[in-house]
């Protein structure tokens, strides 16, 4: 399975953003699709994941903020993002795994997103 993100660019703070993540193949069989992501100069965190049974969680920093929903039809993952903050600017990756504590090792490359203020 090759993953592909897409959606990232640049947004004011306040604004929106929805990114996405096309999966080569079906992933009615991934169990968790995550999404991560890299400051610029920081280590790469956890923004949430959405299970095969579409459970989701998401970090403190962008609950009520941030939605993953996926789209088994399209064979793909989405992160809506609102009231997007100047700290949210990012590198955003995909990931495809078991386990919601831990990515797996699936990585799509990353977006771009980068919100003025």
């Known amino acids: 399975v090759q993953l592909q993100a897409s959606g990232g660019g640049l947004v004011q703070a306040g604004g929106s953003l929805r990114l996405s993540c096309a999966a080569s193949?079906?992933?009615?069989?991934?169990?968790?699709m995550g999404w991560y992501r890299q400051p610029p100069g920081k280590q790469r965190e956890s923004v949430g994941y959405i299970t095969d049974n579409y459970n989701t969680d998401y970090a403190d920093s962008v609950k009520g903020r941030f939605t993953i929903s996926r789209d088994n039809a399209k064979n793909t993952v989405y992160l809506q993002m609102n009231n997007l903050k100047p700290e949210d600017t990012a590198t955003y990756y995909c990931?495809?795994?078991?386990?919601?504590?831990?990515?797996?090792?699936?990585w799509g490359q990353g977006t771009q997103v980068t919100v003025s203020s």
């Open positions: 193949r079906n992933i009615l069989s991934i169990t968790v």
């Open positions: 990931n495809a795994g078991l386990n919601p504590s831990r990515p797996g090792r699936l």
